[in-house]
Antibody, heavy 120, light 110 residues
Framework: QVTLKESGPALVKPTQTLTLTCTFS??????????VSWIRQPPGKALEWLAR???????FYSTSLKTRLTISKDTSKNQVVLTMTNMDPVDTATYYC????????????WGQGTLVTVSS | EIVLTQSPGTLSLSPGERATLSCRAS???????LAWYQQKPGQAPRLLIY???SRATGIPDRFSGSGSGTDFTLTISRLEPEDFAVYYC???????????FGQGTKLEIK
């Protein structure tokens, strides 16, 4: 059974760095073909893909946000970490982690999401 | 990068009716790389359709996907009360390797 769960601060101040952790089970990121992504959704708005990390440590980022994002993994802990620098109120959103299916093209399992509010 | 435009923004229908949701891409998308998700309030999205027309595990056969090139459609043949939700299309771009979502279609009870 595949599960993912996001954790991190609910509130961050403008200009701070956000660090989110995705803890998963039911698969291993050391297995060939496994990939995990982060996706966010501002309140009442659409989904926005942020970053992806692969089993071989390849990393891919949203074109518009890549200068602010870093994704990493700890295979031994079954965790993926996303950091986003220089947070702004427009970054207020629910942040989801999701497993990418073997095709590499779709998100087949999602975490429940964690709401991050950026406010002073 | 490819932009996905969904229409209509909101669709008001009654249970038992047929729903047709559109997703148009700014340039041609491989059918293999087009998916649809359903999202209910307070929940994470759920994968419905992948490869433009293949249903994900456990998805009822009243959901179907079709299309190619720049025009894709999600059809719900007979709406059940639990189908009223927001629907997103999503595409994968291989160069650069990015994922793009449409802005969503809200399917509401009329």
């Amino acid at each position: 059974q595949v599960t993912l769960k996001e954790s991190g601060p609910a509130l961050v101040k403008p200009t701070q760095t956000l660090t989110l952790t995705c803890t998963f089970s039911g698969f291993s990121l050391s297995t060939s073909g496994m990939r995990v992504s982060w996706i966010r959704q501002p309140p009442g708005k659409a989904l926005e893909w942020l970053a992806r990390i692969d089993w071989d440590d390849d990393k891919f980022y949203s074109t518009s946000l890549k200068t602010r994002l870093t994704i990493s993994k700890d295979t031994s802990k079954n965790q993926v970490v996303l950091t986003m620098t220089n947070m702004d109120p427009v970054d207020t959103a629910t942040y989801y982690c999701a497993r990418i299916a073997a095709t590499g093209t779709i998100f087949d399992y999602w975490g429940q999401g964690t709401l991050v509010t950026v406010s002073s | 990068e490819i932009v996905l435009t969904q229409s209509p923004g909101t669709l008001s229908l009654s249970p038992g009716e047929r729903a047709t949701l559109s997703c148009r891409a700014s340039q041609s998308v491989s059918s293999s790389y087009l998916a649809w998700y359903q999202q209910k309030p307070g929940q994470a999205p759920r994968l419905l359709i992948y490869g433009a027309s293949s249903r994900a595990t456990g998805i009822p056969d009243r959901f179907s996907g079709s299309g190619s090139g720049t025009d894709f459609t999600l059809t719900i043949s007979r709406l059940e009360p639990e189908d009223f939700a927001v629907y997103y299309c999503q595409q994968y771009g291989s160069s650069p390797r990015v994922y793009t979502f449409g802005q969503g279609t809200k399917l509401e009870i009329k």
